[in-house]
């Protein structure tokens, strides 16, 4: 079923955009995934060609454009968790192993924990060698205000905050395939996700820089 968003923010289309040397751009988590994770590509649910290919890239365009990257701390909980749970679909397609039994993978296994640990590390080195952090500080202000666009925007708990720390910080241009972010006023989403952009064009939300 086709995903029906109702585009409150201007779409850029990053298969098409040059990024400029003025540019600050949070990084969305999956972005991050598929660019500094090698085997993102193993994973049951495989990446689709344009996500492994079209995010990494317009990184690559934006660091030799001097573009500034900035990162999230909450980001390497969830690189943390897509790379745990790829290792683990791995490690079950090899051997076997039942891929539902997480706990038994995470504690009973070393060596896979001991790799598990490793592409984490090694990710996140990446991750922070392109980018900058965004400072969160989540205290019963900023969970109000989370729980107040929650209740008035589409988005997951982690997106939330990322977007608390993102407006708080001045940086508006994400670079994310994520449809939830489109709802929300006020930034911009750079994007190769084609049901987006198609569903901006549509709304008369796409912008060509």
């Known amino acids: 079923m086709t995903v029906n968003y109702t585009v409150r923010t201007d779409v850029i289309d990053i298969r098409s955009d040059s990024p400029r040397q003025d540019d600050l751009f949070l990084v969305d988590s999956n972005v991050w995934y598929w660019t500094a994770y090698t085997r993102a590509d193993l994973s049951d649910a495989r990446p689709k060609t344009y996500q492994i290919n079209d995010y990494p890239a317009y990184i690559n365009k934006a660091l030799s454009a001097k573009s500034i990257l900035f990162r999230c701390g909450l980001s390497l909980a969830e690189l943390a968790h897509l790379i745990e749970k790829t290792e683990l679909e791995i490690f079950a397609r090899t ?60 988005l997951d708990g982690y997106d939330l905050f990322i977007l608390e720390a993102i407006l708080k910080a001045g940086v508006v241009k994400v670079i994310t395939d994520d449809g939830d972010f489109v709802t929300v006023p006020g930034i911009q989403v750079f994007t190769a996700n084609h049901p987006v952009i198609k569903t901006a064009q549509n709304q008369g939300k796409l912008m060509t820089r």
């Open 95 to 154: 051997t076997g192993f039942d891929k539902k039994k997480k706990k038994e993978f995470r504690h009973n296994h070393s060596i896979q924990r001991s790799n598990v640990v490793a592409e984490v590390q090694t990710a996140w080195s990446q991750v922070k060698s392109m980018s900058q952090i965004i400072g969160l500080h989540i205290d019963d202000l900023v969970t109000g205000a989370a729980l107040s666009r929650f209740a008035a925007q589409p």
